[in-house]
């Protein structure tokens, strides 16, 4: 199997790193060594596959299944058991699964539209106010901000009302996340993205700040998440949102509901999975429209033509909006905001004819690397819609497109995210026209998820 070609004894690979950017340097490894390729750091084999017709072998779940790798692991430290970091032989995973799919259904889509219109307005207004003064907006801060109080909103009936909440003043070392909650998701998912690799003896003697700090940002998440669970005060009803279904629910295959630390479990989950990935994609979205004015004005003539008039769109038009849904497919491609996922094998297995793969053993399928093999042609890096219209689609194979995932533990919120997405775009390019500084070049941000750093946009009412 390709290997780095500098390997040094013991510590192996482990210059290969990139603590700050670990994706953006594999995918120049992918490029450089091939569709799969293997580094072993300290001991421990890492293979990362990103050619299609792996990834489809490993996507296969009679022979794999989702494997909790290093970074998934330590989000355990945050949500323990909750659906996207639990084992999957931990019974909590199918009973919570089976309470919660129902409030990700068509019908409770519908119902949380009202809420993300809701959320919608803070944004609106905060951005109206930038209209007027010429004041620059930092797309990444807006865009968590807004997916935190949507999930707030729709998934808890909480209001984390961050944009009237602001003060504006942000902490220098987290630029642009000034909200509680969201400075200490930031900075704890920051914190397991740069130590995913650290040898223990150099955590032990460098990272004692750091650790200390990572179980404070630990401690204020779990007291938010108490207060959100806490406002409903034990009295579940009448709210149609997953605490309810959390609260008053049994799982109907074993009769059993959820217990209360499983449920703050959930809630922690759906706050930080909910939010990051949303607001990475939104943020990449809104710089791929500002540097493409014929995109953006593509997607304005269809939003009319859907919604003419001032009206918020209703769940309906939403669906209508095709050409928008392409927008957010492509962004989803370049750039999907949870940037793979992790695979393992049940038995004994030779990958790719070539490779053996012993029981246990497991791979990193890297996604933006895969969204750019070449079943996509020989322009992987053109912003093109056009990609994903449906006799496209079919022209390929279907694991060549997977940012939600694969199988049984693939993103319950998809399509909650699709229309979050869809909606907010097309409110803010109906009532916006915005430009991006000229001299900006894309920056990512890694810190499990992925999402622009310091794109700001200048934004005038249309
Ligand atoms: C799982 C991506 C939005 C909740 C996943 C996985 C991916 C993903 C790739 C699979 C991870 C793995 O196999 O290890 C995304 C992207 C999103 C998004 C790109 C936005 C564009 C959301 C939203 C929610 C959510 C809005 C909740 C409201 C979850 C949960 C899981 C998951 C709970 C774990 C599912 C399970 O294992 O049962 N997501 N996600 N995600 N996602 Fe999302």
């Known amino acids: 199997m390709p290997t780095p070609r500098h390997r040094l004894p013991v510590l192996g690979d482990l210059l290969s790193v990139d603590p700050a950017k670990p994706v953006q340097k594999e995918m120049r490894m992918a490029a450089e060594l091939g569709p799969i390729f293997e580094r072993k750091i300290v001991g421990q084999r890492l293979v990362v596959v990103s050619g299609v017709d792996l990834v489809t072998e490993v996507n296969d779940e009679s022979t794999w299944a989702k494997s909790l790798g290093q970074p998934i692991r330590k989000l355990r430290a945050i949500a323990e058991d909750g659906l996207f970091t639990a084992f999957n032989s931990e019974p909590n995973w199918a009973k919570a699964h089976n309470i919660l799919a129902p409030g990700f259904s068509q019908a409770a889509l519908r119902g949380y539209h009202g809420s993300m219109l809701r959320a919608l307005d803070g944004l609106v207004s905060a951005w109206d106010a930038a209209a007027v003064t010429g004041d620059p907006v930092d797309v990444s801060r807006d865009m968590n901000r807004l997916t935190l109080d949507v999930i707030g909103l729709a998934g808890f009936g909480y209001d984390f009302a961050s944009f009237t909440k602001s003060t504006g ?53 779990h007291s938010v998440v108490d ?66 004015p014929n995109i953006a004005a593509a997607a304005r003539a269809e939003i009319d033509a859907v919604a003419p008039g001032d009206g918020p769109l209703s769940f309906e038009q939403v669906g209508k909006l095709r050409y928008l849904r392409r927008v957010v497919d492509e962004t989803l491609r370049l750039w999907p905001a949870a940037p793979g996922y992790f695979r393992k094998v049940r038995a004994d297995t030779v990958l790719g004819g070539r490779y053996p793969m ?18 996509w042609g020989n322009d992987t890096e053109s912003f093109d819609p056009d990609r994903f219209l449906p006799d496209q689609v079919r022209k390929r194979p279907r694991d060549a497109y997977r940012p939600f995932g694969t199988g049984p533990r693939s ?44 794109f700001t946009l200048l934004v005038r009412s249309r």
């Open 169 to 221: 003043a942000e902490p220098a070392e987290r630029p642009g996340t000034e909200d509680p909650f969201v400075t200490a998701m930031s900075r704890a998912l920051a914190y397991i993205n740069r130590t995913s690799n650290d040898l223990p003896f150099v955590r032990k003697l460098f990272g004692r700040k750091a650790a200390a700090q990572h179980k404070a940002d630990i401690a204020l998440m």
């Open 227 to 292: 207060d959100v669970i806490a406002e409903r005060g034990g009295h579940p009803g009448g709210h149609d949102d997953l605490l309810d279904l959390m609260l008053g629910t049994v799982d109907p295959a074993s009769g059993e509901s959820l217990d209360p630390v499983n449920i703050r479990n959930q809630v922690l989950t759906f706050l930080v999975a909910g939010n990051e990935t949303t607001a990475g994609t939104l943020g990449f979205a809104l710089y791929y429209l500002a540097k493409h």
């Open 358 to 375: 012993p029981r246990g053993s497991w791979v990193f399928v890297l996604l933006p690397q895969l969204h750019r093999d070449p079943v």
């Open 411 to 454: 993103c319950i919120g998809r399509q909650f995210a699709l229309h979050e997405a869809v909606l907010t775009l097309a409110e803010l390019l109906r009532r916006y026209e915005f430009t991006a500084d000229p001299a900006y070049t894309l920056d990512i941000q890694e810190a499990v998820t992925l999402k622009p750093r310091g």
